[in-house]
């Protein structure tokens, strides 16, 4: 099922239902290789969520600033390959949501327990605003706060389950969002967590 949230904000409810196993067992073959863990924001404080990355660079965060990176710093070694597999789903769910010809980079892997948030922020870190974003979700369902150009923006909640895909772009892509909420359980596949796969166009 395809729901055009906005214009440019498509959500497909469990376009990733039937591949949610084989990309958990993505995810945990990269974090053997590169672990997930707790970045600090430039500020100084230290997220909630805990990250890895796989693709030809990685999303990170320390006192210095936020910026993609070649190697992994916990490491020292390249980030993890991106999975054909998934970069494949990646481009098919943006080609769905009408973006012809994405080609992401980098997927930023998130993993969320019952009390993880995400602040409300902006994506733009990349360099072509024109790509768009896929986000794919497993696991613990979450609410995802959709705002604006603004900080101080209104804001859409959006219920993202297992499965789920988000495709953004076009005018919304440096649209302020955020989590608000994890959702407990204790999922068959997942456990404790959600975990999101955010593709993205770094370079
Ligand atoms: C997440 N991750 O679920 C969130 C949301 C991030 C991040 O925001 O930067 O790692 S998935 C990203 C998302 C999905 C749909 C729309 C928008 C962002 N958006 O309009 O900006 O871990
Ligand atoms: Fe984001």
């Not at 214009?7 to 239902?17: N, Q, R």
């Not at 973006?99 to 993880?116: K, T, V």
Request: proline share 6%.
């Amino acid at each position: 099922e395809m729901i055009e949230l906005q214009p440019s904000l498509t959500l497909i409810k469990g376009m990733a239902t039937a591949q949610a196993s084989q990309f958990w067992q993505s995810v945990m073959t990269i974090s053997r290789q590169s672990p997930f863990r707790k970045m600090q924001t430039p500020g100084g404080q230290w997220m909630s969520a805990e990250i890895t990355n796989c693709g030809t660079v990685g999303w990170v965060s320390d006192r210095q600033g936020y910026r993609y990176v070649n190697r992994d710093p916990l490491t020292d070694q390249p980030w993890p390959l991106m999975p054909v597999t998934l970069y494949e789903f990646a481009c098919e769910a943006a080609s769905r949501a009408g973006f012809e010809g994405f080609s992401p980079d980098i997927c930023l892997i998130n993993r969320y327990r019952i009390a993880s948030k995400m602040g409300l922020h902006q994506d733009r870190d990349e360099r072509d605003f024109a790509q768009p974003i896929v986000s794919v979700s497993l696991g613990l369902s979450a609410n995802f706060l959709f705002g604006g150009e603004r900080r101080n923006s209104s804001t859409q909640s959006i219920l993202l389950e297992h499965g789920d895909v988000l495709v953004w772009g076009g005018p919304l892509r440096k649209y302020f969002h955020g989590i608000s909420k994890i959702y407990p359980g204790d999922d068959p596949l997942t456990g404790p967590y959600r975990v999101n796969l955010t593709f993205r166009r770094a370079l």
